[in-house]
């Protein structure tokens, strides 16, 4: 079970949470302006890093908000947890 | 109060296990009671804590907004829930006892005028259970994955948590240990019963 620390509620179990997919995914300025192959890429194509990866989380049984969490895909280690106008720590993306 | 008004229409959530709620109390060194507390009325309110806005707020409460997990402000009958950085449940007596009183959330709106936020009266989404004595804690500890110990958890405290399944927001009372769970009114049937089944070990000796 991963313990993570909401950045407004503290540190909780993962069954308090949702997980929400790859973080830092800007949605694109002119979406009518894509080709098929660009839209398919902005809706379907992430990341898939081993070693630290940004992801969203919500804390849905405590303040609901959404925010991001830094995790070692390869140890599950969460490295970090910041809110969603906060830049990645350590740069990048 | 009003013979004829639509509160004798009403039926609270867990009106079916009220019997069983009260035959499931404990008394003595090892005691637990639980009870319904129904009716409470409960205004959701959402407002940016550092506008102007939210210091009417504060004023027509007579309370400061609790700006931090956990955290709760008594004001009068009313407490105020801490619920998310932007949100708040305010916690009032049932309305027909207080009918000359202006109804909460008509005077939170008339604070909140136009200005960006909400006021809404939710008290129909959950229902309060109050869960009471010695043996109180660790009735939640079976479920709940909190620390509830007094060094972390204590009176005046509020957190969104779950117990067994449920989702609920739990507030500790006082030192006896009372706490109130409020969970959705749709859960408040499971819940009841899964702290029935909880409590029932504690009407025997304790097991070395």
């Known amino acids: 079970m991963l313990l993570i620390t909401c950045p407004w509620c503290g540190p909780r179990d993962e069954t308090e949470y949702h997980y929400g997919g790859q973080a830092h995914v800007p949605h694109p300025e002119t979406p009518a302006a894509l080709s098929d192959e660009q839209w398919a890429a902005y809706v379907f194509y992430r990341d898939n890093p081993k070693g630290p990866f940004a992801e969203r989380w919500m804390h849905g049984t405590g303040c609901r908000r959404w925010f991001n969490v830094l995790r070692d895909t390869a140890t599950h280690e969460v490295l970090t947890t910041y809110r969603l106008d906060e830049p990645r720590p350590g740069g990048t993306r | ?208």
Not at chain 2, 74 to 80: E, K, L, N, V, Y
Not at chain 2, 101 to 129: C, I, K, Q, Y
Not at chain 2, 193 to 206: C, G, I, N, Y
């Open chain 2, 1 to 208: 109060m009003a013979e004829t008004g639509p509160e004798t229409l009403r039926r609270s959530p867990l009106a079916p296990l009220e019997e069983r709620m009260r035959e499931a109390a404990v008394t003595g060194a090892r005691g637990v009671t639980l009870t319904e507390l129904p009716f409470l009325t409960m205004v959701n309110l959402r407002v940016d804590p550092s506008s102007e806005t939210a210091g009417r707020i504060e004023t027509a409460l007579g309370a400061p907004l609790p700006r931090r997990c956990g955290d709760t402000a008594a004001s009068g009958p009313r407490t105020i829930l801490w619920l998310g950085p932007d949100e708040w449940l305010v916690l009032s007596p049932p309305e027909e006892a207080a009918a000359s009183r202006e109804p909460e959330a008509v005077a939170l709106r008339d604070a909140l005028g136009s200005d960006p936020g909400s006021v809404v009266d939710v008290s129909a989404n959950r229902t309060t259970l109050e869960l009471s004595g010695p043996s109180a804690r660790q009735v939640l500890e079976k479920g709940c994955p909190l620390d509830l110990h007094p060094r972390a958890f204590g009176p005046g405290r509020a957190m969104s948590t779950t117990v067994g399944p449920v989702a609920v927001l739990l507030w500790q009372v006082d030192d006896a240990p009372t706490y109130r769970l409020l969970p959705r009114s749709s859960f408040a049937d499971y819940l009841a019963r899964w702290l029935v089944d909880a409590m029932s070990e504690f009407s025997r000796p304790e097991v070395p």
